[in-house]
């Protein structure tokens, strides 16, 4: 990570009236090892379908203001990629998947990963017929379940979206099992229960096409609420385990620090990547999400990654409430609203608060903490810990009226920093920035933490070759923990990649 340092800035700070000072211990033990920030390419997300390329544009690589490098797109329930994309509700007529190419052809160029998730595969594998739920009356409100003879079909049916794909010039990262198995819907959606998910990974995933599509890794089905029930079974089975790569879930309902991370802990102990892959926070608005609402935000990226989330993709990312703007009048309760600010292929404020985590906490590893909780959901005072390169990075989110203090107690002596600053004053790009310096490196620091704020500080690490081995990994049952080049943990390593020994050193390994 490159140093950006300005002029001096003096760091201590006058304490006067009511502030309070909370301290923040960042101790020496590392957690997860984040692989990214995404959003979806999904029906209304980019209308139509991801051929207007201008969000990923906006969003995606290093070099964009924002830093995504995650994109999910939607698996629909067809064979070939060149039909007519039909009307929204013609369940006999398939979509195509030709409509996210564009975008997912940009996500890759910049070295970005993509993933598909179906929300119903085939209705003629469906006990209901049809790529429908079943929970509509033209239904006869029959649920859709994948039926028991055609488990055999699914894994091949993959095959053929991954197939379709690679020859249009995306290689897929990965593929999902389903889209939130356990909410019974009238769009297009399937039901699993915990133990179907199960049979159908443990008998027959092995079916997936890994030699052929290398490196491809498949993701658990994405309960709605994070049901821990759906992961747990396959982590509880070494067979269904051994073919699971990534579990995930969405928390609507759900906060992360609850069904998450209880998840996750079953999915750390076996290597597994944790990632959140669906939410919205305020959608369904008449307005632009207001300075608060952003918070809410920031708080729900904190608390992910708190709960051991290594990856989190957001739901839309060109809606009013979400990344990009539409440009659009917005139904509301029947009604055509125009939303101020709202303009088409915009960079909206939420971008900026998502840029914290994705350009800064991309590619780095959690450090535990102490003092404030990074346990309690939602609560005003947040923070999270990271080390990434030569670089420690705390994110501090105060969402009182009133401007405070920490009190830092860092593992590894810092020497300068920066420090970028939200505070839902300024009217572009949201991130102040301002710069650290340190009279003399240190362990011990005092910072101001101004009010109904989101902070990243970035600290630079003195002598940080000697310094980053001080820092130890969590108690793990693998002695050696492997990485691709990406950062991204790797169950079944192959090929070049990073490896982390016990003792917190790192070396590129070549792995036949």
Same mark, same amino acid.
């Given at each position: ?58 969003? $995606?690589?290093?070099? *964009? ?30 979509? =195509? ?15 970005? !990963? ?49 197939? $379709? ?29 915990? #133990? ?25 089905? #994405? ?8 992961? &747990? ?72 990654? &708190? ?6 993709? $957001? ?54 903490? *102490? ?7 939602? /609560?005003?005072?947040? /923070? ?5 390169? =030569?670089?420690? !990075? ?58 109904? *704020? ?59």
């Amino acid at each position: 990570m490159k140093r950006i340092f300005a002029t001096v800035l003096a760091l201590v700070v006058v304490m006067a009236g009511k502030a309070t000072t909370y301290t923040i211990m960042v101790s020496d033990t590392r957690l997860q090892t984040v692989t990214g920030f995404g959003g979806a390419c999904c029906d209304g997300a980019m209308c139509p379908f991801g051929s207007d390329t201008n969000p990923v544009k906006l969003l $995606y690589g290093k070099e *964009s203001k924002i830093g995504l490098n995650i994109m999910r797109m939607e698996i629909s329930p067809n064979f070939v990629g060149d039909v007519v994309v039909p009307e929204w509700g013609n369940w006999d007529t398939p979509y =195509d998947w030709k409509g996210s190419l564009p975008s997912a052809k940009i996500v890759k160029q910049r070295g970005g !990963i993509v993933f598909g998730t179906p929300w119903s595969p085939p209705g003629e594998y469906k006990t209901n017929g049809t790529a429908q739920g079943g929970n509509a009356d033209d239904q006869g409100n029959k649920e859709g379940r994948l039926r028991k003879d055609c488990y055999e079909k699914f894994f091949p049916w993959l095959n053929t979206f991954l197939k $379709y794909m690679n020859q249009n010039g995306v290689n897929v990262d990965a593929v999902s099992i389903q889209n939130e198995p356990d909410w019974w819907v009238s769009y297009s959606g399937c039901l699993y229960t915990p #133990e179907e998910q199960l049979d159908l990974v443990k008998n027959y995933a092995h079916m997936l096409d890994r030699e052929t599509y290398k490196g491809v890794r498949l993701i658990s089905a #994405e309960p709605l609420g994070f049901d821990p029930k759906y992961s &747990n079974k396959l982590m509880n089975d070494a067979t269904a385990r051994d073919q699971i790569d990534i579990i995930a879930g969405h928390i609507y309902g759900h906060p992360p620090l609850v069904n998450m991370k209880n998840a996750a802990i079953l999915a750390e102990k076996y290597g597994k990547e944790v990632w959140m892959t669906e939410h919205s926070v305020t959608d369904n608005i008449d307005h632009l999400p207001n300075w608060d609402e952003q918070l809410t935000f920031a708080k729900e990226l904190n608390e992910c990654m &708190n709960a051991g989330c290594t990856g989190y993709i $957001y739901w839309y990312m060109r809606a009013h409430w979400a990344f990009v703007g539409t440009g659009e009048a917005v139904e509301i309760n029947g009604k055509k609203i125009n939303i101020a600010g709202n303009t088409k292929n915009k960079l909206l404020p939420r971008a900026f608060v998502m840029s914290h985590f994705s350009k800064h906490v991309t590619g780095a590893t959690r450090l535990k903490i *102490s003092g404030v909780s990074s346990s309690a959901t939602d /609560a005003a005072i947040q /923070a999270s810990a990271y080390i990434k390169g =030569d670089s420690l !990075i705390l994110m501090a989110i105060n969402a009182t009226k009133g401007e405070h203090y920490i009190k830092l107690s860092l593992p590894v002596k810092v020497e300068s920093g920066i420090h970028l600053l939200s505070t839902g004053n300024e009217t572009e790009n949201l991130c102040q920035e301002s710069p650290i310096t340190i009279d003399e490196a240190t362990k011990e620091l005092t910072l101001n933490y101004p009010a109904k *704020s989101l902070s990243t500080y970035i600290f630079t690490i003195q002598n940080a070759g000697t310094a980053i081995n001080e820092i130890k990994p969590a108690e793990t049952s693998d002695t050696k923990i492997y990485y691709d080049l990406h950062g991204r943990r790797l169950s079944s390593p192959s090929g070049l990649c990073i490896e982390r020994s016990a003792d917190g050193s790192a070396r590129k390994v070549i792995i036949r």
